[in-house]
Nanobody, 126 residues
Framework: QVQLVQSGGGLVHSGGSLRLSCAAS????????MTWFRQAPGKEREFVAS????????DYADSVKGRFFVSADKTKTTVYLQMNSLEPEDTALYYC???????????????????WGQGTQVTVSS
C-alpha cells in the first residue's frame, strides 16, 4: 500500500497563501485519484480538491473554487494544494488521500479512500 507523507500548512492571516504537499512512496496505477480533504473541529471530513493522475483532470469544492489549485509533479508522486485568498473558514486539518478509480462523484466520499496522509493543520486568523 502506498504511504502518503504531507508537508506544509501552518498559521496565516486572512487573505494569505499556503501550499501543502503530499508525497507518495511510490507511483502505482492502482491509485487513480489524489484528493485533499479537510476536517474542522466538530465537523465532518469534507472534500476539497482532487486530481486524477492519468487524466490530469481536477475537481474542486464550490467553497474553494478559484482560490485553491491542485497539481501534481512530473513524476506523479507528489501532489500539491496551493491555497490562496485564505479565509478563517478554511481553518481545518487537511489530509491527502489516494483511491482507485471511482464512478461519478464518488471520489468526493472520504470513506472510499484507503490511503491517507498524516494530516496537517492550516489555521487562518482574521
Amino acid at each position: 500500500q502506498v504511504q502518503l507523507v504531507q508537508s506544509g500548512g501552518g498559521l496565516v492571516h486572512s487573505g494569505g497563501s499556503l501550499r501543502l504537499s503530499c508525497a507518495a512512496s511510490k507511483r502505482t496505477s492502482a491509485y487513480y485519484y489524489m484528493t485533499w480533504f479537510r476536517q474542522a473541529p466538530g465537523k465532518e471530513r469534507e472534500f476539497v480538491a482532487s486530481i486524477a493522475w492519468t487524466a490530469n483532470t481536477t475537481d474542486y469544492a464550490d467553497s474553494v473554487k478559484g482560490r485553491f489549485f491542485v497539481s501534481a509533479d512530473k513524476t506523479k508522486t507528489t501532489v500539491y494544494l496551493q491555497m490562496n485568498s485564505l479565509e478563517p473558514e478554511d481553518t481545518a486539518l487537511y489530509y491527502c488521500a489516494a483511491s482507485p478509480w471511482l464512478p461519478g462523484s464518488y471520489f468526493h466520499i472520504p470513506t472510499l479512500y484507503n490511503a491517507w496522509g498524516q494530516g496537517t493543520q492550516v489555521t487562518v486568523s482574521s
